[in-house]
């Protein structure tokens, strides 16, 4: 199993360029998560998805959509990217809503210009 | 709003000693705590969690007590060894924000041999 993966692994944006950040986890999981992290801090929830056809808001939800496009992926886009949102976006899952452990993919490195 | 803070952002201990990582947190409806170590460069991979009945579990190497009176958990790392270096996380989750996990700072643990 490749677990969870992100595709790209690194990108750089122009301000107010968009662009959609892929993933998609293998392990069966109904329950799936966008973060951010910026230097030297912990993760922020962006978005999550409990399971497959339903979408909510996580803490810092400005300037993001994603599309839980079936059970196995999971997408984040940013309509009109700006510099506040440099920063290392990660993917997760969980089995379920209820489960503690998340499994998080490699992270996709994204700078805006 | 509700926090996971840390104590110490940074502990260097040597190889074989005892490391332990403190974590703060300020949400006391929350169900369960968990801890996650980060290598640089790569997402961050669950260790342990403990639900808010408990005020101790142990894993393999790696004990986790949790005081509800001050609000205050830690990780205890046995024989810690180079590869345990990395960032350590504490997070909690649940009681009115199931799944949805509010992170620490981080802990940078570093190993000398």
């Known amino acids: 199993n490749a677990g969870v993966t992100q595709t790209p692994k690194f990108q750089v944006l122009k301000t107010g360029q968009s662009m959609t950040l892929q993933c998609a986890q293998d392990m069966n999981h109904n329950s799936m998560y966008w973060y951010r992290q910026d230097p030297g801090m912990g993760l922020r929830l962006i978005y999550y998805s409990a399971s497959e056809g339903t979408t909510d808001k996580g803490e810092v939800p400005n300037g993001y959509n994603v599309s839980r496009l079936n059970k196995r992926e999971f997408s984040l886009r940013l309509e009109s990217a700006a510099p506040s949102q440099t920063s290392v976006y990660f993917c997760a899952s969980s089995e379920s809503w209820w489960t503690s452990e998340q499994y998080f993919g490699p992270g996709t490195r994204l700078t805006v210009t | ?113």
């Open chain 2, 1 to 113: 709003g509700e926090s996971v803070g840390l104590h110490l952002p940074t502990l260097s201990v040597q190889e074989g000693d005892n490391s332990i990582i403190n974590c703060a947190y300020s949400n006391s409806a929350s169900d369960y705590f968990i801890w996650y170590k980060q290598e640089s460069g790569k997402g961050p991979q669950f260790i342990i969690d403990i639900r808010s009945n408990m005020d101790k579990r142990q894993g393999q190497r790696v004990t986790v007590l949790l005081n509800k009176t001050v609000k205050h958990l830690s990780l205890q790392i046995a024989a810690t060894q180079p590869g345990d270096s990395a960032v350590y996380f504490c997070a909690d989750g649940g009681g009115t924000s199931y799944g949805k996990l509010t992170f620490g700072q981080g802990t940078i643990l570093t190993v000398h041999p």
